[in-house]
């Protein structure tokens, strides 16, 4: 039953009847917005927060941490551009120069106190810093391709190896099932496998995993991958274990190198062609694709992530200057909510937030505490 007041003020403007329609339609619509982002129209919708259960089912809670790639340590440099790559991209980073560069070297997976491990995923981001207020950000990981081609892949399988809270362990009966669901990442397993496995950060190369498109001055669009490679050696005993008790191994050389000399990766864009895979990460393009030498990466400071330049920085794949544009891989924008998510967590705990692993004291000493 409508109030007395409503039924006067519309039968002497009944345009506020139209007007009042309009207003509760938009209440209702925006209401609708936020149910469907927060699930609760689709329970089995995959969201920001069913994600950051499914990292906390694998690796446990840890407080004021990235959600992924937990353990990392901060460096600083600078790219300088060849220049080669301005004719394909408009981007001011690949102009004939030196830009900034803050990054992070990490660890996959959502244990910030993790053991140093060669096979252990590694990567490498980056966030470049040209003049004219735009960036680029950039994640890297030492695979050729990766494990899954969507986001509902990734959480299924974050689920399949969690560890059965009775063994510690994963299942091996849901690690099945999964991969026998997943054909694309039983193959995709099978590359990352053979992969070659560096004796630390320093002499990895690193892929970014997702295809992106280049523009040019022109409006012509290039789909392309990228790569950092080292310009230091790679060593020869790659495989070595660390020695007993070293934990920290990986991040102690890396600090201890950056602080005797700089380091350095040449950045190379290779640029698919058609029939190339655009949207499945999973799928490694045909060898033999033209590649061009953007430049040359150089890192020659690090720090703690306790007081890093690196600490607040959310590596979001979609933040990218004008001449890059995501493709149509729908990794990228679950990625970018992810990464969202799990930034707006740690910031909200940074208060309760424990020292890093690799702690201020062990990069001022060079490596070791």
């Known amino acids: 039953m409508k109030p007395l007041w409503f039924k006067a003020a519309t039968a002497t403007n009944p345009g506020l009847l139209v007007r009042l329609g309009a207003i509760g339609a938009v209440m209702l619509s925006v209401t609708g917005a936020f149910a469907y982002t927060g699930g609760w129209l689709s329970p089995e919708r995959l969201t920001q927060d069913r994600m950051m259960a ?7 809670t840890h407080v004021g941490f990235r959600r992924n790639h937990a353990k990392g340590v901060c460096v600083t440099g600078w790219f300088e551009s060849s220049g080669q790559a301005a004719a394909i991209s408009k981007a001011a980073v690949f102009k004939t120069g030196h830009v900034p560069v803050v990054g992070r070297f990490a660890l996959a997976g959502g244990t910030p106190f993790q053991p140093d491990a060669p096979n252990t995923v590694r990567s490498i981001a980056l966030r470049f810093l040209p003049p004219g207020g735009e960036e680029w950000r950039t994640g890297m990981n030492n695979i050729p391709v990766f494990p899954v081609n969507s986001a509902r892949g990734f959480y ?37 496998k053979k992969r070659q496995i560096t004796s630390g950060f320093a002499d990895s ?67 698919g062609q058609a029939g ?94």
Do not use: M
């Not at 499914?54 to 446990?60: E, K, L, W």
């Not at 009775?166 to 397993?189: C, M, N, Q, S, V």
């Open 54 to 60: 499914a990292f906390r089912d694998a690796n446990g």
């Open 276 to 369: 190339d895979s655009t949207d499945d990460a999973t799928q490694p393009w045909p060898e033999g694709r033209q590649q061009i030498g953007a430049g040359t990466v150089t890192i020659d400071q690090a720090s703690s992530e306790d007081s890093g330049r690196c600490t607040a920085i959310n590596y979001d794949p979609l933040v990218l200057p004008a001449g890059i544009e995501p493709s149509d891989d729908p990794l990228l924008s679950a990625r970018s909510a992810a990464y969202a998510r799990s930034f707006t967590l740690r910031a909200e705990e940074k208060h309760e937030k424990p020292p890093s692993a690799v702690t201020p004291e062990q990069v001022q000493v060079g490596g070791k505490s």
């Open 156 to 192: 299924e399988q974050l689920l399949a190896f969690s560890p059965d809270p009775a063994t510690g362990k994963p299942d091996p009966a849901k690690i099945k099932a999964f991969l026998a669901a997943h054909p694309e990442t039983a193959r995709a397993l099978a590359l990352i």
């Open 205 to 271: 190369s690193f892929n970014g995993l997702n295809a992106f498109r280049f523009v040019d001055a022109a409006g012509a669009s290039l789909p392309v991958r990228w790569s950092v490679v080292p310009v230091q050696p790679v060593a020869a005993d790659a495989a070595e274990q660390p020695e007993a008790g070293d934990e920290n191994y990986l991040f102690d050389d890396l600090i201890a190198q950056i602080a005797q000399h700089p380091r350095q990766w040449r950045l190379i864009v290779t640029i």
